[in-house]
């Protein structure tokens, strides 16, 4: 009966910190239960009937859990973890609030992971990719892959693993598992014509010789095999096949999978947000939605916040493009240059816990297409002049950059440089986008995430 | 003038930016009306270290630092040559400990350097992490406060009598208790030191610059830039390391 108590202190806590207006009540309760008894965790997602679902991945897992939420959420009540508290206390606060769902499914950071995988006891594990990110917070990639990969080791053999096929580090985990779906991309006519500079894990897992790619699609994400020692890709059990990538408003592809193949219509930009899709899709079909579920889920989804989300302001909008490492980045850069880039825009970097303190990052990003494109760019945020550098060592002209370290007085100075009728682009870090939706907020221009119906 | 600069290991060794050290070198070269000519050299490659007037090394993950070390270490006499003949280094993190003798493993294993720098590294227990501010030392009586980031498991260790780059102002340096930072032997700066190191310490940009052009044949100055900038940048970074410089984490 103690959990009853704990649980029940922790709920007052939650509405407590509502009431005082602090960041929506999120993770409080759970850090204090998480404090008290982690076990507290372990009883609380065996209290839901249909089990618990897993997302984790370095880029898209907010975005994947929040489509496969479209998805099952006629279906199922669902413990989800909208508002971003990945960390272990946030999921204890989640699945402590949600007290009358039957599902848990849950975006969990990548550290945090083994964790909460002991606890939690998912039905399903959707793993979607591993990049270079936050080094100083997360070290190297091949330290999270081990933890992950020990996390693996201790999943019950009647969980199913969801895996990128087209991440070597994250194909290579599933081996030995006995339930895996394997998604990924198989259209080489949207491949890049070279690795990007910031790729990862482009040696072989096995010998450490380099892949060669038959396609690269996103990172060192693509259908790879090595020529020494012939580790490749495995087949794909779902595939996104004769993919249509409209500009900056949708893209359409053909979902293959065991249960069949549709054309889907996504409504969100960038190949990354169709990874993010198979993710969501394979998960889906494991949590036994049907094929005709999945894809009214995918064509009725609306961005995650902060990532590719438009706000009107008068009549200007602005469009916020999350940014957090070099993959994320480079896929919002090219985002923009296939939707046209932006005459203005805002870019904003913050060097906290949740941004990563360590600001080299911003070199591996390829931002020469926007600064090639770009008439004006407004940088923001506390390492505003590392921006700066960046920008101007790469040769974009002094004149067309301005630095306003202040997020409030950017924004005011980008829309002033957008003309009526126009569109200013946000590429953000992590809490300087919470620091721009809160603006926002503020403003009455959108409500709060905690507010928002899932 | 043209400044021959050898890349080493670009597509293993890149893991902190490594390409905004060179990005810098080559802008504020060509601002003074020089022109730096970068050839990127892989394992296996040919590499003669005395044609060249400036080599870079950059940082990696542990796996790909120990793809390349074999490849590192048997260039050693070579390397050394150059360095005696005044060919300037930079060399980051994990290309500063491949320079060194070797790194000591945590279950005893050793990884074989280049040995242009006196020094060893042992594997520590906890990563030195943070932002770090450096009095740095550059000879001639020439000094300067030097910021970045570190992020290293290694405990690098001087041998009797060789010079560090610097002194640690806030942050950890080298092993976290000595107080010292990186090593300097000639024109060759080694260092943990990234962010990437040359954006925001536009004077130490500038004296491995007037280095190389000294080994080209040119003038050993170069003419003052404005970086202000730079100094806004470099102050905000000093600030971090004085405020929060120095943590450690498991």
Redesign the interface.
């Known amino acids: 009966m103690r959990l009853t108590a704990e649980t029940s202190a922790a709920r007052l806590v939650g509405r407590l910190s509502r009431a005082v207006g602090r960041g929506g009540g999120t993770t409080l309760p759970g850090k204090l239960i998480w404090k008290v008894d982690p076990g507290a965790l372990d009883a609380l997602a065996a209290r839901l009937p249909a089990g618990v679902a897993v997302v984790s991945a370095t880029n898209g897992k907010t975005t994947t859990a929040a489509m496969l939420a479209r998805i099952l959420g006629s279906r199922h009540r669902l413990a989800w973890n909208n508002s971003g508290a990945n960390l272990a206390s946030g999921v204890a606060s989640t699945l402590l609030s949600a007290t009358d769902a039957d599902l848990g499914l849950l975006e969990v950071d990548e550290f945090a992971l083994p964790e909460v995988m002991r606890r939690v006891r998912p039905r399903v594990v959707s793993l979607g990719n591993l990049f ?1 990110d936050q ?2 917070r997360y ?4 330290h999270i892959a081990e933890r992950w990969r020990s996390a693996v080791g201790a999943l019950s053999p009647r969980s199913t693993l969801v895996v990128n096929a087209d991440d070597p580090l994250v194909a290579d985990l599933a081996e030995g598992h006995e339930h895996v779906l394997r998604f990924g991309v198989d259209d080489p006519r949207l491949a890049r014509p070279a690795l990007q ?2 790729a990862d894990s ?2 072989c897992v096995r010998c ?1 010789s ?1 892949y060669a790619y038959a396609a690269a699609y996103v990172g060192h994400l693509g259908d790879y095999r090595c020529p020494s020692c012939g580790h490749a890709r495995p087949p794909l059990d779902v595939a996104a096949r004769s993919i249509d990538l409209q500009g900056l408003d949708s893209s359409v592809f053909d979902l293959v999978t065991p249960a069949g193949t549709v054309r889907v219509t996504l409504p969100l930009p960038g190949l990354y947000n169709v990874y993010n899709a198979l993710a969501a899709a394979a998960s889906a079909l494991v949590l036994d939605a049907g094929l005709d579920e999945i894809v009214a889920g995918l064509q009725s989804f609306t961005a995650a916040f902060g990532r590719f989300e438009r706000i009107g302001v008068g009549d200007r909008r602005i469009l916020i493009l999350l940014i957090k490492n070099p993959a994320g980045a480079n896929e919002a850069v090219r985002t923009l240059e296939e939707g046209g880039v932006p005459g203005t825009l805002v870019i904003a970097l913050n ?1 906290r816990i949740a941004d990563g ?8 990003v390829d931002f020469e297409p926007l600064l090639e494109a770009a008439d004006r760019i407004v940088v923001s945020g ?2 505003a ?2 921006l ?3 920008f ?4 974009f002209p ?1 004149a067309q950059l301005e ?1 306003v370290p202040d997020l409030r007085e950017a924004l005011d100075r980008g829309l002033e440089l957008v003309p009526p009728g126009g569109e200013l682009a946000v590429l953000p870090t992590y809490t300087a986008m919470l620091a721009v939706r809160a603006i926002a907020v503020e403003r009455g221009l959108v409500r709060p995430y905690w507010e928002e119906a899932g | 003038m043209n400044i021959r600069v050898a890349h080493l290991y670009p ?1 293993y060794l ?4 490594d ?2 050290n060179i ?2 070198l080559t ?1 504020r070269a060509a601002l003074r009306g020089h022109a730096l000519e970068v050839t990127g050299v892989e394992p296996g490659d040919v590499l003669r270290p005395e044609e060249f007037d400036l080599l870079y090394v950059g940082g990696g ?4 630092q120990a ?1 390349v070390a074999p490849d590192l270490a048997a260039r050693g006499d070579d390397l050394r040559r150059a360095v005696d003949t005044g060919t300037a280094v930079l060399a980051v993190c994990g290309g500063y400990q491949l320079l060194g003798r070797g790194y000591r493993g945590r279950d005893g294993s050793w990884l074989p350097g280049a040995g242009v720098f006196p020094l060893e590294t042992v594997a520590g227990e906890t ?1 030195l ?3 770090v501010l450096l009095e740095a030392d550059l000879g001639d009586g020439v000094t300067t406060a030097v910021a970045g ?1 570190e ?1 290293h498991a290694g405990r690098t260790l001087l041998d009797a009598g060789a010079t560090a780059l610097g002194r640690v102002l806030a942050g950890h340096g080298n092993d976290g208790a000595s107080g010292l930072e990186g090593c300097r032997a000639g024109a060759a700066v080694g260092t943990y030191l ?3 190191l040359l ?2 310490n536009p004077e130490l940009a500038d004296w491995l610059l007037a280095r190389a052009l000294e080994h080209a044949g040119g003038p050993g100055v170069l003419e003052p830039l404005p970086d202000e ?2 100094r ?2 470099h102050a ?2 000093a600030g ?1 390391a004085r405020s ?1 410089g120095g943590r450690r984490r498991r």
């Open positions: 270079r080094l100083d070290g190297e990639l091949e500079h910031a482009k040696y450490g380099p060097d303190r360590d600001v080299s990052w911003i070199w591996d506390e390492r002049a590392e700066a550098l960046r101007t060592y790469a040769g002094p630095v | 597509d890149n893991i902190y930016a390409r905004g990005a810098v802008r993950q542990d796996r790909e793809l990563r992490i943070g932002d980031f992020n990234h962010g990437p954006p925001r900038l730079e806004l940048a905000v970074s971090r929060r």
